[in-house]
């Protein structure tokens, strides 16, 4: 296990709890500090997608676009891609998937970045709403919400695993967001089936969160890790 580089995070899941859905770093700072990663966009508007250095943004009407690079995030996890693991999967439900990996790859108390291209039985999303202030918290904004699915897809998985201590700085475990090779389906992944595919996994020493050390509404929060960790096992998986 050669741990290489770094993951960069800008804010934390437990900020989005209580509904800090500002925008506190350009898409285009961002993309400075990885080219693969995931994240929110400003509002809680979608899920974002970041693959070979381009940030896109899968909206809860279905559609995914290009991220600008002034457009803004409250949240998001990237690194520079440089997987120290690359394996070939066959038909493997989600379960067997995330069983086979934490195992075989000794995940369990490390961060490291995950990333499937191949061709997908099934695939199940979900999308956040756009949201405005004054901000609902995560859990009442995620209580509804679009889902999207699609059977025999093209396309790439990319997200985190993170050791369940650092629940509440990000989500515990995995997390993962779905774009399909035609732009087609994406978002939060909910649930998928492996056909044929490239597992590339790269683990990390070193996380690196960065805050918003500037936004009054982060500064006054009383975060409370019992809520936090609550909603995220509500609205992350
Ligand atoms: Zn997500």
Same mark, same amino acid.
């Given at each position: 296990m050669a741990a290489t580089g770094t993951i960069f995070q800008h804010g @934390? /899941?437990? /900020? /989005?709890?209580?509904? /800090?859905?500002?925008?506190?770093? @350009?898409a285009g700072a961002l993309l400075k500090h990885g080219d693969t990663g995931i994240g929110t966009l400003a509002g809680l508007d979608g899920e974002v997608i970041i693959i070979d250095g381009h940030a896109y943004q899968a909206r809860e009407d279905g559609q995914i676009r290009e991220i600008a690079a002034d457009e803004t995030l409250p949240f998001a996890s990237v690194h520079f891609e440089k997987p120290d693991i690359s394996d070939q999967l066959q038909a493997l439900s989600q379960a067997d998937f995330e069983t086979q990996v934490v195992r075989d790859y000794r995940l369990t108390n490390v961060f490291a970045a995950i990333r499937i291209d191949g061709h997908f039985k099934h695939i199940k999303t979900r999308v956040a709403p756009r949201q405005q202030p004054p901000y609902k918290t995560l859990v009442e904004a995620t209580s509804t919400q679009p889902e999207f699915s699609g059977d025999d897809v093209d396309g790439t998985i990319v997200g985190y695993y993170a050791p369940h201590l650092f629940q509440g700085a990000t989500v515990g475990g995995f997390h993962l967001h779905f774009l399909s090779a035609d732009h087609q389906l994406g978002g939060h992944l909910l649930g998928f089936e492996i056909a044929k595919a490239t597992l590339k996994v790269q683990h990390f020493a070193d996380f690196h969160v960065h805050l918003p050390i500037d936004n009054e509404a982060y500064l006054q929060e009383q975060f409370d890790n019992q809520t936090i960790d609550h909603a995220i096992n509500k609205a992350e998986r």
């Open positions: @934390t /899941l437990g /900020l /989005l709890v209580p509904g /800090l859905f500002d925008g506190t770093i @350009t």
